[in-house]
């Protein structure tokens, strides 16, 4: 990546941008407004939200109020786990579009494997995708086995699994086996959710660059083509976390960065929530 305006190439040839605004705990109205709106000012083109986010109808009335045209701009939203099963996902998207204010969704993607649940779920999300309702469908919080599970049986192959991700917890393995399967990888919690942007090794690294601890970490994102979506309600963060195009990381602070794992989660374990 090269600027905000890159993208990665889905399996099914749709171009996702690999750097957007996550807002997940950004309140709807004024907050959420504030955010997205700050953010398409700033030039990025992609916009993560959910369902259980509440926040879907701010997110709609900020693209309305930016002006920039529907097609410029990628978003992403999620059924929640209460709505997953079969009828219950194709009326939760109903539901999202219309606070949105959208007809179709770029990517749609499960929030979490709900046992017994995400099967049905995915055959909601594929009539969805042979409707022309989503251009992209996927998952998150997949942990290897879950992706196995499902894929026996599918008739499409997830595009994107949105997973826990940062110097913390770079999780390789499962990293590996979804670019095995063409399946882009998406960070959430990039910046430890707040919790890694004064990390001292981070800072020291960004020193030399002139950047920040968090500059660092979603250049790191973007140099191991890993799509990232960095929260803020802050335009000078949002400007600044977008600031990451003018310079690279040494292969030597990649390889530091890389020792940091301890495979330490700020969220819940896929293999162990419970709502
Ligand atoms: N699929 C899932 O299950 C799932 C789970 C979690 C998150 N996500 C998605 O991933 C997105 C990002 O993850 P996240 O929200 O957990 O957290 P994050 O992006 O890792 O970190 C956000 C926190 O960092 C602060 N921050 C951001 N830029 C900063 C900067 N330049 N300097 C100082 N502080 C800064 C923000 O505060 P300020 O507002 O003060 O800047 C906020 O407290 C979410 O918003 C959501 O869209 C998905």
């Given at each position: 990546m090269h600027s905000l305006k890159d993208t990665v190439q889905l399996n099914n040839g749709l171009e996702m941008p690999g750097f957007g605004l996550g807002v997940w705990k950004v309140k709807d109205g004024e907050e959420v407004i504030h955010s997205v709106r700050s953010a398409l000012n700033a030039g990025y083109t992609m916009i993560d939200t959910a369902a259980i986010y509440r926040n879907e109808a701010g997110v709609g009335e900020a693209l309305r109020q930016s002006?920039?045209?529907?097609?410029d701009v990628f978003i992403t939203t999620k059924v929640w786990n209460a709505d997953q099963g079969y009828d219950t996902t194709l009326k939760a998207f109903e539901t999202s579009t219309k606070k949105l204010g959208i007809?179709?969704?770029?990517l749609y993607l499960i929030?979490?494997?709900?046992a017994g649940k995400y099967k049905e779920t995915w055959r909601a999300m594929e009539k969805l995708y042979k409707d022309g309702r989503v251009r992209a469908i996927g998952v998150c919080n997949f942990h290897i086995h879950h992706l196995k599970d499902l894929m026996e049986g599918a008739e499409i192959k997830p595009a994107v699994n949105q997973i826990e991700l940062h110097p913390l917890l770079s999780q390789v393995p499962l990293r590996n086996y979804c670019y095995k399967e063409g399946i882009a990888v998406e960070a959430y919690s990039p910046l430890g959710s707040g919790g890694l942007i004064n990390h001292p090794l981070l800072s020291e690294i960004g020193k030399k660059y002139g950047k920040t601890a968090a500059q660092v970490m979603l250049r790191w994102d973007v140099d191991s083509e890993i799509i990232t979506i960095p929260r803020s309600t802050k335009e000078a963060h949002i400007i600044s976390n977008a600031d990451i195009f003018d310079f690279e990381l040494s292969l030597e602070d990649i390889d530091q960065i890389d020792t940091?794992?301890?495979?330490?989660?700020?969220g819940a374990d896929p293999d162990n929530f419970n709502f």
């Open positions: 002006g920039v045209k529907r097609e007809e179709t969704v770029d929030h979490w494997p709900t940091l794992n301890e495979d330490k989660r700020f």
